[in-house]
């Protein structure tokens, strides 16, 4: 279960990205939905994957007045930004560590709920990852999932995807079946799932997660001159209004808690 993330991205990088998030309308709205259907209870010990920057990290340290929250990431600028913003916090209820190589760094059972915010494509085997978050749930737990919902269009799909594994080899667009079935092979029974889409508008690049990908592949779309696909990116994704750095349009997020 090797890690894809980015080992060399630096504490400038890590700031640039935390500030597009803290941009982003998204960022702030996922996060309620991820908590309202992981239906928390005040007391429990939840594991953030994948946890980058620590934006959901955050919203569990106050979700858990009486538990305990932990995020694990793989890039060391990350980790030191996520505990910089915990100590401003002031709260002890959450941390966060480096983890790198094949496994979880915890014992089997240890946690009520697992949570992996758009993290799959830091997993270069995303069902063995699956496994590896069902190992460290306690039985009756719950994974609580968030993931881009792959576009209708096969075509835009597939260039979404070419474009998004120019940065991250891994990267996949999945479709509420092929999640679910993923889930499934896993050894989890998924309780609920649900799609949720977020308008935006004149958040420029740092208002969409994972934002400089869909910009770049707008780029490529036009640079190749492809109007049929460029129209069904900008019917399905964002158009650019008065300029590039203006877009508006929607975007889906699936969102899935499946139990142990």
């Keep these: 279960m090797d890690i894809i993330y980015e080992p060399e991205t630096s504490y400038r990088r890590a700031l640039q990205i935390d500030r597009m998030w803290a941009d982003s309308d998204a960022g702030a709205k996922l996060c ?12 429990e010990t939840a594991l953030d994957a994948a946890c980058g920057s620590g934006l959901l990290l955050q919203a569990l340290a106050e979700a858990l007045p009486n538990g305990r929250a932990i995020g694990v990431d793989c890039s060391p600028a990350m980790v030191r930004l996520s505990q910089a913003k915990l100590a401003r916090l002031k709260n002890g209820r959450a941390a ?3 983890s ?3 496994d ?12 992996c ?5 830091h997993f270069s085997n995303p069902l063995a990852a699956l496994k590896e978050m069902k190992r460290v749930l ?21 260039t979404l995807t070419e474009s998004f594994q120019l940065a991250h080899p891994g990267y ?7 999640l679910y079935a993923l889930v499934s092979e896993a050894g989890l029974s998924r309780q609920r799932s649900a799609t949720q889409r977020f308008t935006f508008d004149e958040h420029g690049i740092g208002g969409l997660p994972l934002g400089v990908h869909f910009f770049e592949t707008r780029f490529m ?8 696909l460029l129209a069904s990116f900008d019917g399905n994704v964002f158009r650019p209004v008065g300029r590039m750095m203006h877009p508006k349009g929607a975007l889906d997020f699936m969102l899935v808690r499946a139990v142990k």
């Design 96 to 98: 966060v560590m480096y």
């Design 221 to 228: 779309l036009q640079k190749r001159g492809d109007q049929n």
């Design 32 to 43: 309620a939905e991820i908590l309202n259907i992981a239906s928390l209870k005040g007391d």
């Design 138 to 158: 306690k039985k009756g737990g719950r994974l609580v999932l968030c993931e881009y919902e792959a576009p209708a269009d096969p075509e835009l799909r597939a």
């Design 100 to 102: 790198e190589g094949a």
């Design 104 to 115: 979880l760094i915890f014992k089997a059972s240890a946690f009520d709920v697992v949570f």
């Design 117 to 121: 915010m758009l993290g799959l494509y």
């Design 172 to 178: 996949r667009f999945y479709t509420g079946p092929e």
